[in-house]
């Protein structure tokens, strides 16, 4: 059984639209300063993930990419007037 400890914090928001985190909440989830934290949001709520620095999650998602196989034969080769699919390709990193 795992036990939920709930806190709340009111933070004030300057004219840039900053917040900080109070030093309690980030020594527990260990963010450190010049650390990266994901912020989602999901209808009218949103969440602060620290799971992990965002090259990270970038690196999975390239992996991902990476494995996703297009039969072009299947679904026609298409040119773009704005940009190839070759260029595209180059600049997602999942070149052959």
Same mark, same amino acid.
């Given at each position: 059984?795992?036990?939920?400890?709930?806190?709340?914090?009111?933070? +004030?928001? $300057?004219?840039?639209? !900053?917040?900080?985190?109070?030093?309690?909440? !980030? !020594?527990?989830?260990?963010?450190?300063?010049?650390?990266?934290?994901?912020? +989602? +949001? +999901?209808?009218? %709520?949103?969440?602060?993930?620290?799971?992990?620095?965002?090259?990270?999650?970038?690196? %999975? *998602?390239?992996?991902?990419?990476?494995? &996703?196989?297009? $039969?072009?034969?299947?679904?026609? %080769?298409?040119?773009?007037? *704005?940009?190839?699919?070759? *260029?595209? %390709?180059?600049?997602?990193? &999942?070149?052959?």
């Amino acid at each position: 059984m795992e036990v939920v400890i709930k806190m709340e914090y009111v933070l +004030k928001v $300057d004219r840039q639209g !900053r917040v900080v985190l109070p030093v309690e909440l !980030r !020594r527990e989830l260990g963010v450190k300063n010049g650390g990266s934290i994901i912020i +989602k +949001k +999901k209808n009218n %709520r949103i969440y602060i993930d620290v799971g992990g620095e965002i090259g990270e999650e970038v690196k %999975r *998602w390239k992996k991902k990419i990476k494995g &996703i196989k297009i $039969d072009v034969e299947k679904i026609g %080769r298409v040119e773009s007037k *704005w940009v190839s699919e070759d *260029w595209s %390709r180059k600049k997602l990193g &999942i070149q052959a």
